[in-house]
Nanobody, 123 residues
Framework: QVQLVESGGGLVQAGESLRLSCVAS????????MAWFRQAPGKEREFVGA????????YYADSVKGRFTISKDNDRETVYLQMNSLKPEDTALYYC????????????????WGQGTQVTVSS
């Protein structure tokens, strides 16, 4: 069983930055995808970004391209989400997720989830 623990959320003003971290207790497989999703009140959980463990290829939602960067530290089994130029519409509960195999942007494809960390951006 893989456990994911997110941290780094908080309250910031528009234009500021935050870095989220996700620590995994174990790997899902030798080739895994680590991703970030977010869910705002009253909205569905949406894909933010993902990184392939095998290729280090990164994937981003259009809404965050150029502002968010996903990275990983394999030695620490940690994935990061650097969020710059934050906007009020980025306010949401941010979840870390993991799956084995190929990349997917669908939340239904991910097996393991963290509890989430709240990001609030004031205008």
């Amino acid at each position: 069983q893989v456990q994911l623990v997110e941290s780094g959320g908080g309250l910031v003003q528009a234009g500021e930055s935050l870095r989220l971290s996700c620590v995994a207790s174990a790997r899902t497989s030798s080739s895994q995808i680590m991703a970030w999703f977010r869910q705002a009140p009253g909205k569905e959980r949406e894909f933010v970004g993902a990184i392939s463990d095998a290729t280090s290829r990164r994937y981003y939602a259009d809404s965050v391209k150029g502002r968010f960067t996903i990275s990983k530290d394999n030695d620490r089994e940690t994935v990061y989400l650097q969020m710059n130029s934050l906007k009020p519409e980025d306010t949401a509960l941010y979840y870390c997720a993991a799956k084995s195999g190929l990349y997917s942007g669908s939340r239904f494809a991910y097996t393991y989830w963290g509890q989430g960390t709240q990001v609030t951006v004031s205008s």
